[in-house]
C-alpha cells in the first residue's frame, strides 16, 4: 500500500466561523487525530492533501439551504489554523462535494505513485464519502478513518460506516480506525 492522506473540508468557515455549523463541536473533536495522522504521514514523505470547499459567489450550490460558505479568495475556504500544516502539503479547492470532482487531485496521487487514498474529515455521510466513491471510480483504494472524521451528529456518523464495514467491494473500500491505518502503513 502507498496511501495518500486527503483532508475534507476542514475549514475556518466550518470550525472557526461565527454561524452556528451543525458539525463544528464534532469536527473540533477530530482534530488532534486528524493532526496525528498528518504528522505521522509527513514523516514519511506521504502526500497530504487538504480538498477544501471553495464556492464563487451565486453558486449554483447556494439555491439550496447552504448559505454564503466557503466563498472562494476569503480567510473562511482557508484550511482551519486548528490543523497543522506543512510547506509540503497540497491544497486542492473544490466546487462541489468530492474532493475529485472537475480537480486535479487524480493527477497529484498518481505524480506520488499513491494506490490508496486515506480519507478524513467533514461530512462524513457527505463529502468524505463522495470523495471515496470517486477515488474507487479512479481506480484508487479507499480507507475512510473512521475517528479522523465527523458529521453532523455521531448516529448519522456510525450509521454512514456501517453501511460501508462489510461492503462488496472490500478490500478496495474499507473502514479503519487511525490506530489500525497506522499499524498497517508501519508494516510488521
Given amino acids: 500500500m502507498k496511501p495518500a492522506v ?3 473540508d476542514m475549514l475556518k468557515d466550518t470550525l472557526e466561523g461565527a454561524h452556528p455549523m451543525p458539525i463544528k463541536e464534532l469536527g473540533r473533536e477530530i482534530v488532534p487525530a486528524v493532526n496525528r495522522l498528518t ?7 506521504l502526500p497530504v492533501i487538504f480538498s477544501m470547499d471553495s464556492f464563487v459567489p451565486g453558486d449554483f450550490i447556494f439555491q ?3 448559505k454564503n460558505h466557503s466563498i472562494r479568495g476569503t480567510k473562511g ?4 489554523d486548528l490543523l497543522t500544516q506543512a510547506e509540503t502539503d497540497y491544497y486542492s479547492p473544490k466546487r462541489r462535494f468530492s474532493a475529485f470532482y472537475k480537480t486535479d487531485i487524480d ?20 463529502c468524505v464519502l463522495s470523495s471515496a466513491f470517486d477515488a474507487l471510480s ?50 510488521p
Avoid at 39 to 45: L, Q
Avoid at 77 to 80: C, F, M
Avoid at 138 to 152: G, K, Q, T, W, Y
Fill in 77 to 80: 475556504a482557508e484550511v482551519t
Fill in 138 to 187: 479512479n481506480d484508487f483504494r479507499v480507507v475512510i478513518l473512521e475517528d479522523c472524521c465527523a458529521s453532523f451528529s455521531r448516529e448519522m456518523h456510525a450509521s454512514c460506516l456501517e453501511i460501508y464495514r462489510k461492503n462488496p467491494l472490500y478490500p478496495l473500500l474499507r473502514v479503519m480506525t487511525l490506530e489500525a491505518f497506522l499499524a498497517e502503513v508501519q508494516g
Fill in 6 to 8: 486527503v483532508i475534507v
Fill in 39 to 45: 504528522g505521522f504521514a509527513r514523516e514519511r514523505s
Fill in 107 to 126: 493527477h497529484t496521487l498518481r505524480l506520488h505513485g499513491a494506490d490508496t487514498v486515506a480519507l478524513c474529515g467533514i461530512a462524513t455521510h457527505w
Fill in 64 to 66: 439550496g439551504k447552504m
